[in-house]
C-alpha cells in the first residue's frame, strides 16, 4: 500500500503542476471559453476542481464516533453515481458553487491554490499515513486516505483533459494520473459487460460510468 500511496502522490504532485502551469498560460479570453461541462466555462473548472488543493491544506477532518469498516473510492463513487445519487441530486448546487467561486475570487488567486498550496498539501501528505480513516462528505462513510487521494487524483485528471479539450490543446496529462484513472473507472464499470464491449463481443456499452 506504501508504493501505490506513493505513486498516487507523485501522480497528483504532477498533475496539480500541470494545472498550474497552464494556468499561467491562460489568456482572459481562453478563461472564459466554454467547456464541455455544461455551464462552466475554463475558470469555473479551475475553480471547481482547484477547492481540492484548497480544502486538504486544513488540518484532516476526524471521525465523529466509531470509524467503521472504511469504503473504498469505487463504493463511494458508485453510491453518488448511481440513480438519484449526489452526482445527479446535488448537481446543480455543486455547478453554481463553482460558479460563484470564479466571481469571488481572481485568475491568480484560482491558479495560486495549485501552484501554492498544491505543494504544501503534497508534502505533508507524505508524511501521513496511507491507512489514515477519514469521514468522506455526503456519504455518511469513511475512507482511507490511499483511496481519497485515487478519487482526488480522477478528479484532477478528468477536469484537466475537459480544460485542455475545450481550448483544442492536445491532451496532455501525466502518464501515473492516466494509468491509475483507467483502472479505477474500468473497476467502476459491470465487469462482464466491460469486457464484452471493450474485446468488441457486445455492441452495448456499460459507459458512462461517472457523471
Same mark, same amino acid.
Given at each position: 500500500?506504501?508504493?501505490?500511496? @506513493?505513486?498516487?502522490? &507523485?501522480?497528483?504532485? !504532477?498533475?496539480?503542476?500541470?494545472?498550474?502551469?497552464?494556468?499561467?498560460?491562460?489568456?482572459?479570453?481562453?478563461?472564459? =471559453? %466554454?467547456?464541455?461541462?455544461?455551464?462552466?466555462?475554463? %475558470? /469555473?473548472?479551475?475553480?471547481?476542481?482547484?477547492?481540492?488543493?484548497?480544502?486538504?491544506? #486544513?488540518? +484532516? $477532518?476526524?471521525?465523529?464516533?466509531?470509524?467503521?469498516? +472504511?469504503? *473504498?473510492?469505487?463504493?463511494?463513487?458508485?453510491?453518488?453515481?448511481?440513480?438519484?445519487?449526489?452526482?445527479?441530486?446535488?448537481?446543480? =448546487?455543486? /455547478?453554481?458553487?463553482?460558479?460563484?467561486?470564479?466571481?469571488?475570487?481572481?485568475? @491568480?488567486?484560482?491558479? !495560486?491554490?495549485?501552484? !501554492?498550496?498544491?505543494?504544501?498539501?503534497?508534502?505533508?501528505? @507524505?508524511? /501521513?499515513? $496511507?491507512?489514515?480513516?477519514?469521514?468522506? $462528505?455526503?456519504?455518511?462513510?469513511?475512507? =482511507?486516505?490511499? #483511496?481519497?487521494?485515487?478519487?482526488?487524483?480522477? #478528479? /484532477? *485528471?478528468?477536469?484537466?483533459?475537459?480544460?485542455?479539450?475545450?481550448?483544442?490543446?492536445? $491532451?496532455?496529462?501525466?502518464?501515473?494520473?492516466?494509468?491509475?484513472? *483507467? @483502472?479505477?473507472?474500468?473497476?467502476?464499470?459491470?465487469?462482464?459487460?466491460?469486457?464484452?464491449? %471493450?474485446?468488441?463481443?457486445?455492441? &452495448?456499452?456499460?459507459?458512462?460510468?461517472?457523471?
Amino acid at each position: 500500500m506504501d508504493e501505490i500511496y @506513493r505513486i498516487r502522490l &507523485d501522480a497528483l504532485e !504532477e498533475t496539480w503542476r500541470a494545472w498550474g502551469e497552464l494556468g499561467e498560460r491562460l489568456t482572459d479570453g481562453q478563461w472564459s =471559453t %466554454a467547456t464541455r461541462c455544461t455551464g462552466w466555462d475554463v %475558470a /469555473a473548472v479551475y475553480a471547481h476542481h482547484s477547492a481540492f488543493p484548497l480544502a486538504m491544506s #486544513e488540518p +484532516p $477532518p476526524l471521525v465523529d464516533g466509531p470509524a467503521g469498516q +472504511p469504503v *473504498t473510492a469505487v463504493e463511494i463513487l458508485r453510491r453518488f453515481n448511481s440513480p438519484g445519487g449526489i452526482a445527479h441530486s446535488m448537481a446543480e =448546487t455543486v /455547478a453554481d458553487v463553482a460558479v460563484a467561486d470564479v466571481g469571488a475570487h481572481t485568475h @491568480r488567486e484560482l491558479i !495560486e491554490r495549485f501552484v !501554492e498550496y498544491g505543494p504544501r498539501v503534497v508534502h505533508r501528505l @507524505r508524511a /501521513a499515513r $496511507p491507512t489514515l480513516v477519514l469521514p468522506w $462528505p455526503a456519504s455518511g462513510g469513511v475512507i =482511507t486516505l490511499v #483511496e481519497v487521494l485515487r478519487i482526488v487524483l480522477m #478528479e /484532477a *485528471t478528468v477536469h484537466l483533459l475537459d480544460i485542455q479539450r475545450a481550448l483544442e490543446y492536445p $491532451p496532455d496529462v501525466p502518464d501515473l494520473a492516466l494509468n491509475d484513472t *483507467t @483502472r479505477l473507472l474500468a473497476e467502476l464499470a459491470p465487469a462482464v459487460e466491460f469486457i464484452e464491449a %471493450a474485446t468488441g463481443r457486445s455492441a &452495448d456499452s456499460p459507459l458512462p460510468v461517472l457523471r
